[in-house]
């Protein structure tokens, strides 16, 4: 699987915007990008994922490169229920659409939304 | 939505006795199931990929007799922590794969004491 690269922390003031950035230089044609994220002592939460096209569901936008060497996720309107160590992770998906295989977690982006 | 259900959330256990975690898929069926284990401040770590009706595939590093493993069924997944010493104490995590992407438990903190 792709490596990730993702920023160690950020913080977002609420009601504004949060970006978070992701590297993910080496990854083939066949992997998608998936973010999920951990708010603390819970499991992880999928929020959303894409091939190539940006995608955008009701938790967050997935805005992908042309070069899908990198990607970010929006959260267009942060809150402080935000607050949670994010995981941009790149995986292949099945021809049935569900995910196959293990997923490996990095260390994350820790965003923190302050008031 | 697909929903995993992990119980206990939370258990204390002493040293040398045995603890076991479920995790079941409430509204799917899940071939496959992994476990994951998250020590404070750190990412989650893969223990072991559990099939359902054959051997579970354990990471390197993982005792496959210390940490047991079945999935006898399309919805259930155990995790067995045999003779628990302080050390094992963490946050055990289990997930299942599904559409759109992989879903999680909510988790079990094990502290041996």
């Known amino acids: 699987d792709a490596k990730t690269t993702q920023p160690t922390s950020m913080d977002c003031a609420e009601g504004r915007a949060a970006n978070l950035p992701c590297n993910h230089s080496t990854i083939s044609g066949n992997e998608y990008v998936y973010w999920y994220r951990q708010i603390h002592s819970q499991g992880p939460q999928y929020i959303i994922h894409g091939l190539k096209n940006n995608e955008t569901n009701e938790m967050a936008s997935l805005i992908i490169t042309e070069d899908r060497k990198s990607s970010t996720l929006i959260l267009p309107h942060a809150t402080l229920r935000d607050t949670a160590v994010y995981y941009c992770?790149?995986?292949?998906?099945?021809?049935?659409?569900?995910?196959?295989?293990?997923?490996?977690f990095g260390q994350g982006t820790i965003l923190t939304v302050h008031p | 939505g697909a929903v995993v259900s992990q119980h206990p959330s939370r258990v204390i256990c002493k040293s040398g006795t045995s603890v076991k975690i479920e995790c079941r898929s409430l509204d799917f069926q899940a071939t496959t199931m992994f476990w994951y284990r998250q020590f404070p401040k750190q990412s989650l770590m893969l223990m072991a990929t559990?099939?359902?009706?054959?051997?579970?595939?354990?990471e390197q590093g993982v005792e496959k007799d210390k940490f047991l493993i079945n999935h006898a069924s399309l919805t259930l997944s155990t995790l067995t922590v045999t003779s628990a010493h302080p050390e094992d104490s963490s946050f055990y995590i289990c997930s299942a794969t599904s559409a759109p992407g992989y879903t999680f438990g909510s988790g079990t903190r094990l502290t041996v004491v």
């Open positions: 992770i790149v995986r292949g998906v099945s021809a049935g659409g569900t995910s196959y295989g293990k997923l490996t």
């Open positions: 559990s099939n359902e009706g054959s051997k579970a595939t354990y």
